[in-house]
């Protein structure tokens, strides 16, 4: 893959970044893409191995409940397909007086980008709950539900599924200083 001559600066990955793969597998993937990129922020999904330290090997940065802050927001993530948002974690976003990028695995419930066959939704009700608590929430980056490909907006947050890399979706999303969100969904196998 040839290297963009202005690339993004951070890249956001939303979890299922092997597809059951092993920690080589995981290094391997994480470690292409700093290459190619910025700062790499990386929560896992249903689709990784369980997270153990000692066997990742890569620069780039795990925000599952590590808020990381930035210029003007702080990211911090929720892995898995079902975020574990207790009152630890709901603790730490208190703290958090800037504005908040969420990258979450599962997207929040009943969105446009939680939609399953037959019209259901099966996304994260706690995503949603934060969402709704946490006013200084602007921008949700999610996955996990592979047939929703959307960038929407929901009382002033923005929230983006891109869909899944295996079928070559990703999204670029633009974020200015006053919080505003643009972004397109692409994917690789698209002609240029």
Same mark, same amino acid.
């Given at each position: 893959?040839?290297?963009?001559?202005?690339?993004?600066?951070?890249?956001?990955?939303?979890?299922?970044?092997?597809?059951?793969?092993?920690?080589?597998?995981?290094?391997?993937?994480?470690?292409?893409?700093?290459?190619?990129?910025?700062?790499?922020?990386?929560?896992?999904?249903?689709?990784?191995?369980?997270?153990?330290?000692?066997?990742?090997?890569?620069?780039?940065?795990?925000?599952?409940?590590?808020?990381?802050?930035?210029?003007?927001?702080?990211?911090?993530?929720?892995?898995?397909?079902?975020?574990?948002?207790?009152?630890?974690?709901?603790?730490?976003?208190?703290?958090?007086?800037?504005?908040?990028?969420?990258?979450?695995?599962?997207?929040?419930?009943?969105?446009?980008?939680? @939609? &399953? +066959?037959?019209?259901? *939704?099966?996304?994260?009700?706690?995503?949603? $709950?934060?969402?709704?608590?946490?006013? #200084?929430?602007?921008? @949700? &980056? +999610?996955?996990?539900? *592979?047939?929703?490909?959307?960038?929407?907006? $929901?009382?002033?947050?923005?929230?983006? #599924?891109?869909?899944? @890399?295996?079928?070559?979706?990703?999204?670029?999303?633009?974020?200015?200083?006053?919080?505003?969100?643009?972004?397109?969904?692409?994917?690789?196998?698209?002609?240029?």
């Amino acid at each position: 893959m040839k290297k963009s001559p202005n690339p993004p600066e951070i890249c956001l990955i939303a979890g299922d970044i092997t597809n059951f793969g092993s920690y080589e597998d995981l290094n391997y993937v994480l470690n292409r893409i700093t290459q190619d990129f910025g700062d790499t922020f990386f929560i896992l999904g249903n689709c990784d191995p369980y997270f153990d330290l000692e066997n990742i090997s890569t620069s780039a940065i795990f925000v599952e409940s590590n808020p990381w802050k930035l210029d003007f927001f702080t990211i911090i993530g929720f892995g898995d397909h079902i975020p574990n948002i207790n009152s630890k974690l709901l603790k730490k976003m208190k703290k958090i007086d800037e504005k908040i990028c969420l990258l979450t695995h599962a997207p929040p419930y009943g969105t446009r980008a939680d @939609i &399953v +066959s037959f019209d259901r *939704h099966a996304g994260s009700r706690k995503v949603k $709950i934060a969402m709704e608590k946490f006013q #200084n929430i602007f921008l @949700i &980056v +999610s996955g996990h539900i *592979h047939d929703s490909p959307t960038i929407s907006v $929901i009382d002033n947050c923005t929230i983006v #599924n891109p869909g899944p @890399i295996t079928r070559g979706n990703y999204a670029v999303i633009t974020i200015r200083e006053d919080f505003s969100v643009e972004g397109q969904i692409h994917n690789i196998h698209e002609r240029r």
